[in-house]
């Protein structure tokens, strides 16, 4: 059935073909409903008319209202323009175009009443506004002003000229033809109990608000029912889940007691305990366990993993543990490794550089069931790699994977789904948590191992240099180590490489009797290895590097961690380099390096480290500044891609949603209630709508 709004951009009048394939092309625009979920991004104030004198050069946009008293054309070649002078009872103002100078030079009537529109500027105490846009007054500005949408749009057609204007009227020529086919798309009873906007009420005032509040409350309303209806989804996910995958039931603790009673090497934390006992709770409840296991840097979840592998081992399952990094699986490899033998469990490591031989007796291993625990990279999602009998499949700081990659994992197994364990590395936000991991359980450490003294972070200049050093010798000299991280980013990366050997050969010279490692990505691989390990084994006092060593590496007597440019990191980067140092008994030490130019969201991010070492805050503030968009990883999901709704702003209306969401499948999980339907119907227009490969290029 073709609706409506499926009807293709190109026949609405005002379009046609060239346009349409702008639209499709640039904005991904192809039919009348794409075009009418195109929502303004912000409104210009037009409900206000400023005085001249009341500009100051902070001011965005102003309206202001004038006669034109003079114009001229100044200069000549390139730097011609015509300047106008705009005049009100209080001031005057230079309104300046360099482009289209003839035309609008032609339109300008000395004496007439104008209302000008555009960003003043301040030259030589002058105000003026380049490129203004210029009406003349007339009625309709004097019933008062209206605030005017403004669309997003791109380079291309701003040279086509399909600008913010052109879409806006493309919005009231649709409107006119859609308003009576817009019908309401949530139930009446959760419009009343949250007070909403009806659905046609609020597309009109997106596009066309007749009033700030009414504007306003279009924006709640539409927020709310994106938030709704992509947590009904994944709550709906989790039902079906819950209602279909059968998982094994492990109920044999024997193992774990063992391990308890005679390896374990330091007692667990409240948090551990209780977050294992969750975890084990789902394991024998005979549903298959999703669940994301969410903690602080150092908190401790790798032993948490280990234990739940030995749950699973217990039953007579296999284990896998997925990492995002050649150097993290190694790691864990070695950290697990130890646990591992001492119960003489069978373990190996899989990776891209594992060697053929060794792959043979992996495989086989793992076909006969007597390799019990694998683990690496997404080597193991190779089609190659097959389980006797998967169990339990871990994987670690997931927000690297794409979330199709963490599903192949789980089909391993043919007859029951594994068991799936999804850790972070860092904490993530709970609104982005709820999107993102909204269709899994989850279970959190909220604190960290006693005895932990709190990382001291320092912030210091490049000038304060030598004061830095003297502070790494006196730590070395007292037997710590050190690390020293560079930036490197790909667009830069010659850039940084130079940096980075920059960096290492004065580190060479400010510390000529220490031993110094050096670690980036353009090494080989056992090069890299080589030079980790002799850090590891504290051959070497000093680990110059790359952000190579941002996940997972753990070397208790490091104690002082130096993050050079730190300005150029993101708070979460900066949060899990800092939680490097800090796993000894040992004060530890972050210094943050920068130079003295800092941009106001790098202070704010400086501030932020300095100020706090708990992660769930720093991830919060992490995503007021960047947006759900651009934290780390999570561009490649595409969940995140709201059209209106904003995880960094909107997370009240998020609970709600989600609670609503909730209460509703509880009553009625299969969406049967007559009082539902308009629930159901939206449904299935969703998904209709959404699969519209041209989109994804
Ligand atoms: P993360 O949660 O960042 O993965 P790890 O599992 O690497 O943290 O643990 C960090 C360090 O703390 C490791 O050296 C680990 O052995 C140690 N650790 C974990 N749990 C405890 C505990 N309960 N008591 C003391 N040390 C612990
Ligand atoms: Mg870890």
């Not at 400023?50 to 000549?76: A, H, P």
């Not at 993101?570 to 530890?588: F, I, P």
């Not at 991010?605 to 919060?620: C, D, L």
Request: charge should be positive; hydrophobic fraction near 40%; charged fraction near 25%.
């Amino acid at each position: 059935m073709q609706g409506f709004f499926d009807t293709p951009i190109e026949y609405l009048k005002g379009v046609g073909p060239q346009r349409a394939s702008l639209l499709n092309k640039e904005l991904g625009i192809f039919t009348f409903g794409d075009l009418i979920q195109h929502y303004p991004f912000r409104y210009e104030d037009r409900t206000k008319f400023y005085r001249i004198q009341e500009l100051n050069d902070e001011m965005q946009y102003v309206q202001l209202k004038g006669i034109i008293t003079r114009k001229s054309l100044i200069g000549t070649g390139s730097k011609k323009r015509l300047v106008a002078i705009l005049s009100d009872s209080t001031g005057t103002v230079e309104l300046v175009w360099f482009k289209g100078i003839k035309w609008i030079q032609e339109k300008i009537a000395i004496g007439t009443e104008y209302v000008a529109f555009g960003k003043p500027a301040l030259f030589n105490n002058k105000f003026s506004i380049a490129h203004p846009e210029l009406e003349a007054f007339t009625t309709k500005h004097e019933q008062g002003g209206y605030l005017q949408p403004v669309y997003s749009i791109t380079e291309k057609l701003r040279n086509r000229f399909l600008e913010s204007k052109i879409i806006s009227r493309l919005q009231h020529e649709l409107l006119i033809l859609a308003e009576p086919k817009i019908h309401e798309t949530l139930p009446e009873k959760v419009i009343r109990q949250y007070k909403l906007l009806d659905k046609k009420t609020a597309i009109i005032n997106i596009h066309f608000p007749k009033s700030l509040q009414l504007l306003n409350e279009s924006l709640h309303r539409l927020k709310f029912e994106e938030l709704f209806y992509i947590q009904l989804r994944l709550l709906k996910l989790k039902l079906v889940r819950k209602e279909k995958y059968r998982g094994k039931i492990f109920n044999d603790a024997n193992l774990v007691t063992e391990f308890y009673n005679s390896f374990l090497p330091f007692p667990l934390t409240q948090a551990q305990k209780r977050v294992i006992k969750e975890i084990y709770a789902d394991m024998r409840s005979g549903q298959q366990m999703n669940r994301l296991l969410q903690g602080d840097v150092g908190s401790g979840k790798t032993i948490v993993s280990f234990v739940c592998m030995l749950i699973a081992i217990g039953g007579n399952t296999q284990c896998a543990l997925m990492a995002p990094t050649e150097i993290l699986a190694q790691q864990h490899y070695k950290n697990l490794s130890r646990l591992a033998d001492q119960m003489h469990i069978t373990m190996a490591l899989l990776t891209g550089s594992t060697k053929r031989s060794e792959r043979t007796s992996i495989h086989e291993g793992l076909r006969n069931g007597s390799l019990k625990i694998l683990i690496g990279t997404h080597a193991l999602l190779e089609e190659e790699v097959q389980f006797n009998n998967l169990g339990l499949a871990i994987i670690d700081e997931q927000h690297r994977f794409g979330v199709a990659q963490r599903s192949k994992l789980w089909s391993k197994n043919t007859d029951t789904f594994p068991h799936v364990l999804v850790m972070t590395a860092t904490p993530i936000p709970r609104t982005l948590a709820m999107t993102l991991y909204g269709d899994l359980d989850v279970s959190v450490i909220d604190e960290l191992p006693a005895g932990r003294k709190p990382i001291k972070t320092i912030h210091k200049f490049d000038s304060h240099r030598l004061e830095v050093n003297g502070f790494l010798k006196s730590q070395i000299d007292s037997g710590r180590q050190v690390y020293i991280v560079y930036p490197l980013i790909e667009e830069s990366e010659k850039l940084d490489l130079k940096h980075l050997m920059d960096g290492y050969e004065s580190t060479c010279r400010a510390f000529p009797d220490a031993a110094i490692s050096i670690v980036h990505g353009k090494m080989k691989p056992d090069a890299k290895e080589f030079e980790m390990a002799r850090f590891v084994k504290g051959e070497t006092q000093i680990m110059v590097a790359t952000t190579v060593i941002e996940v997972g590496v753990d070397v208790p007597n490091a104690s002082v961690m130096v993050i050079e440019n730190a300005e150029r990191f993101g708070l979460s980067q900066l949060h899990q380099l800092r939680g490097r140092v800090g796993r000894g008994a040992e004060q530890s030490y972050c210094i943050l390096m920068t130079s003295y130019k800092l941009s106001a969201d790098s202070k704010k991010r400086i501030q932020t480290m300095v100020r706090t070492n708990n992660g769930f805050e720093i991830a919060e503030t992490d995503l007021q500044l960047r947006g759900p968009g651009d934290l780390m990883g999570t561009q490649q999901s595409g969940v995140l891609d709201l059209l209106i709704a904003d995880l960094g702003k909107d997370s009240q209306l998020l609970q709600q949603a989600r609670d609503t969401a909730g209460k509703i499948l509880e009553q009625d999980p299969l969406l049967e209630h007559a009082e539902n339907q308009i629930i159901a119907q939206q449904i299935q227009r969703m998904k209709k709508s959404t699969i519209n490969w041209s989109r994804i290029s």
